[in-house]
């Protein structure tokens, strides 16, 4: 037989395209419309609905950026309609080549009822099915101009992410508002053409079940007539009968569809634009659920529930019912889908404490699956944070998008710092976005690693971020694509279905230990240094407030303040979400955010401030409150006491220029370029810095990716360095130096003084570049073949080589309060009040194997936002000789906590609530119960990697000592003395006697 399968393919696309989809709205008229444009931020509903508008005619434009257009539409059902299905086809200027990111909508009726969300490939309201013929219809339309960011060309700098600087001019044009005839029999003949038309294209080319659907096709084709679609869809479905009744093969691959909108809380748009986003896809989803008996919609993220409860009710009253029903499902258990890197331990708790406590309290559901499909990367501590907050299984794919190694499994059990193994699914449809295309799903089946021992793997499947979530289109191919030959087997489910089957048809599956890093994105720990700055504050200043005001109320008998933290908390929680802590936003997010954290600070103070001043008493002695967990300058962890400190630095000028700075533990040369050129352990009596080489070293390198500028640094930015070695002033302040340096239009103040056996760095920075990248440069005379860098709970280990792609693919990483590199019985650490990117890299000179850490300092990428980073910074971070891993955890928490001086009362003393014989473990929260019955909450972990064996003492009477999950559900018996074994976290509940 000649070979015609080009010719019917082409046949089959120019058909479908230009005369049967078109057919599936044969008939239409105008509606009539008008519109009011909201002078400002978005009103309320009634307001908008209120407003006299004006007429506007389609392809008039409209949209400010960022505003709000409240449209009318108005119209009258043709008589000649009556029996038929009518629809509101209503096209704000959408493209549809870009299933969000631009203008949507939300359509109310006149009462303010929600209908369903607009969005570009969801442009039409149901009117009614039959019709009567002559209905009035009247709708409204909540219309959002949101500006496009990423366009194309990609990653083009625009001041349109930000209100401010956006201008006025209209971005859309109005397009088709008709009322017109819906003709399902056309509607369902797309379907099956576009089922079997895309499910062939990705069988084998000489596969009899390929050439039994063309030849379907064709005849399907056949029986249209071209001048009568509508007439003869029915004759032309027939013909497709039998090949999609042909059922899948026994090994088919199974699909777990679940519907889906991945929505960023914040990203190329505001936090405010996301409530309404949340609400627009909430709509559509529960307006769908009622249409579709099997379909199943999964939707992450606490807070978005939180918001359309706050400020949606009427779309909340419909999202409650469908919960209900147990097809609208609560995924995921954080309060964001956080970024899971830089969150401290506590924070990262904290996610899964409100997150699953929202679900819990409103629905009364538990889940057990943490829902993170778009997470830059996973730390080694979130394992066992997961498993203490009752979870027990994880689903991402963003692991697909590592630009260098192929993750090995998509089903298999992540193992973390302490041991804790997680059931773990990567999607291997490799995308949050599926839309049920056959090319998807092939690509699923092929794609997926564990097949031959699993069959199982699940589809997030819809539009997020303004595309509206799961289409009807994508749920009438899932109902063919159930069981038909060829094609993986769908199904809708949920998340927990799909895992309990994942996991008894894979009861031994493989084994990853430690990080799921991400081999893209790698900036994401830099960009943006004042949210992340802003990050680490709040979470240090949280610690602070719960631990004084527990104290206060357990000493004095205050009240707790249980609201206020929850509030602050929760805003602290969502800045973690994935595009705001890790710097990917637009102008308008970080701008906020900076706001935000300043009255997360003010506000923390404030009640530190208070609780501390209760404790104190009145009087004029000076009290020292010591808010990290390890004791200093006489003072316990988590008390307070008088101290007269005696402390000393001895300052000289260095032969050849320059200074040294010395006390009874370090010596530190300073040369006259202001670079630090010794760092002499006196204790030890080793230097601690590589010979020839200078410490304290900026560098500035160019950095200019090659997409996803807030997001990427390419490896190739190392090629090209400037050391600033040229200082203006290098000078003595107080018994510390200061060195001044200016580079391009930026200039630099540093002051370096010792505290101890530390030496710190304060560096202020007024930045003013382009596209660059600066690091602060320690090289050490250390052979490390790893080093470790503080995580949650714990800390990871890296190569400082670059034997394997997977060690050269993370040339730089995340950290939280520090990273330390030692040979045995000597280590040297470093630590940071506010930054997380670093690299490490090991060399060989004239005296052996050298060790350089490099912290990340400052990035000026231009998308998404073009001023990122511009103006000043402050830094804090010090260098401590001869530190071994403990030393390095406390001086973590000491140059994050610095110690609070309060007049109180001659005879004030403040004992700790919670004193610990073993400085390895180490508290993280001293707080009081969130279920305000007055019980102490402390939680600790071993620190070090090792074993240990401690008794806590309270200083207060208990009656009972009960252990807790994160969520302070009782899991057991506690006990005071214990033995934890390596990152092993404890959370216990002391009821007060
Ligand atoms: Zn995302």
Known sequence: MHDDRKLVEARLKRVLDERIRPAVHPDSVPLEVAVWHAPGEPVPVGE?????????????????PWGTSWFTV???????????????????????????????????????????????????????????????????????????????????????????????????????????????TVWQLVMDLEVLGELMA????????????????????????????????????????GVLSSPAVPSAHRISAVGHAHIDSAWLWPLRETVRKVARTASNMTALL???????????????????KEHRPEVWAKVVKAVATGRFVPAGGMWVESDTNMPGSEAMARQFVHGKRFFIDEFGIDNEEVWLPDTFGFAAGLPQIIKAAGSKRLLTQKISWSRTNTFPHHTFLWEGIDGTRIFTHFPPVDTYNCSMSGRELAHAERNFKDKGSARHSLAPTGWGDGGGGTTREMVAKAARLRDLEGSPAVTWEPPADFFAKAEAEYPNPPVWVGELYLELHRATLTSQAKTKQGNRRSESLLREAELWAATAAVRTGAPYPYEQLDRIWKTVLLHQFHDILPGSSIAWVHREARRTYEAVAAELNGIIDTAQRALAGTGDRELVFNGAPHARHGVPGGGARSVSGVRWTEVRERDGGGFVLENDLLRVE??????????????????????????????????????????????????????????????????????????GSSSVTQVLTLDGGRLDILTEVDWHETEKFLKLAFPLDVRADRYASESQYGHTFRATHTNTSWEAAKFEAC??????????????????????????????????????????????????????????????HALVPGATIGDAVREGYFINLPVRQVPGTASAEVEPLITVDDDAVVVTAVKLADDESGDVIVRFHESRGGRARATLTPSFPVAEVVATDLLERPTGEGALTLSLRPFELVTLRLKRA
């Open 48 to 64: 908008g609905l209120a407003a006299a508008p004006e007429p506007i005619a389609p392809g008039a434009a409209w949209g400010a």
């Open 74 to 184: 108005t119209g009258a059902v043709p008589a000649e309609w009556a029996g038929r299905t009518v629809e509101a086809l209503l096209d704000l200027g959408f493209d549809e080549n870009m299933p969000g990111f631009q203008c949507e909508g939300l359509v109310y009726r006149p009462d303010g009822s929600p209908v369903k969300g607009l969005n570009p490939r969801n442009q039409w309201v149901r009117v009614g099915s039959p019709v009567e013929g002559g209905e009035r219809v009247r709708l409204h339309i909540e219309a959002a101009s949101n500006p496009v960011i990423l366009g194309v060309p990609p990653f083009q700098p625009t001041h349109l992410g930000d209100k401010e600087t956006a201008g006025a001019a209209p971005l859309y044009r109005l397009g088709r508002m008709d009322l017109a005839v819906f003709d399902e």
């Open 202 to 241: 990705e069988l084998p080319a000489d596969g009899t079940r390929r050439w039994e659907l063309l030849r379907a096709l064709e005849r399907a084709l056949d029986a249209v007539d071209l001048q009568d679609v509508n007439g003869t869809a029915a004759a032309a479905r027939a013909e497709l009968t």
């Open 290 to 308: 009622e249409d579709e008996p099997d379909f199943v919609f999964a939707m992450s993220q606490a807070q978005q529930w939180a918001w359309i």
């Open 670 to 743: 300073i040369d006259a370029r202001g670079l630090v050129v010794s760092a002499y352990d006196l204790t030890a009596g080793r230097e601690t810095l590589a010979a020839g080489q200078a410490a304290n070293l900026l560098q500035l390198h160019p950095d200019f990716p090659n997409q996803w500028d807030a997001w990427d640094v390419d490896e190739f930015y190392r090629n090209t360095v400037t050391d600033l070695v040229t200082a203006d002033e290098v000078s003595l302040d107080g018994d510390g130096v200061r060195v001044r340096r200016s580079f």
């Open 815 to 876: 950290n939280h309060r520090f990273v330390h590199v030692e040979e045995p019985g000597w280590g040297v650490a470093l630590v940071n009040d506010s930054t997380y990117g670093h690299d490490i890299t090991r060399a060989v000179g004239g005296s052996g194997t050298t060790t350089t850490v490099r912290v990340s300092l400052l990035r000026a990428p231009r998308f998404p936002d073009p001023e990122t980073d511009q103006g000043v910074h402050r830094f804090r």
